[in-house]
């Protein structure tokens, strides 16, 4: 079984709203303009921050990419340069879940590995949805028997 997520845009709601009244912000200064400042500079300065949340928000989803595969569990941070992140299924320990109440009415959370071998949390699949379906799932591969 191949399967890979990345963190969900529910996970960047915060920047989403910053985005949308950037937008509104920058949409209204063109039309009423500010007293000491010309109307086209605040307008460039908003649309430019606006450009920069949504390649912010860009580049937080797709820096990130979780993959189960049929031995392992891999989280791949980067875009340019890598960080990969693996751990042995048959090696697995714990499955944690964190959530914070924001997260659990969004239905997102954080789904953390750790091994036999390992001396902490090795593994972190951020902001993903579902988290408790998806624990559930690794559950299931984990207690299938190999072949």
């Given at each position: 079984m191949?399967?890979?997520?990345?963190p969900s845009w529910r996970d960047q709601l915060g920047l989403m709203l910053l985005i949308v009244l950037l937008v509104l912000a920058t949409v209204t200064s063109g039309v009423v303009g500010m007293a000491d400042m010309p109307a086209g500079v605040v307008t460039a300065t908003l649309a430019a921050m606006t450009?920069?949340?949504?390649?912010?928000?860009?580049?937080?989803?797709y820096v990130w990419r979780f993959q189960i595969?049929?031995?392992?569990?891999?989280?791949?941070?980067?875009?340019?340069?890598r960080d990969v992140r693996s751990i042995r299924i048959r090696d697995l320990r714990n499955i944690n879940v964190r959530q914070s109440i924001l997260q659990r009415l969004?239905?997102?959370?954080?789904?953390?590995?750790?091994?036999?071998?390992?001396?902490g949390i090795e593994v972190t699949f951020f902001g993903v949805a579902g988290p408790m379906a998806l624990k559930t799932r690794i559950q299931a591969i984990e207690a299938a028997p190999e072949d």
């Open positions: 191949d399967l890979e997520i990345r450009v920069l949340a949504v390649l912010v928000l860009l580049y937080r989803h595969s049929d031995g392992a569990i891999e989280s791949h941070y980067g875009i340019i340069s969004l239905g997102i959370g954080d789904v953390e590995f750790s091994s036999a071998g390992g001396a």
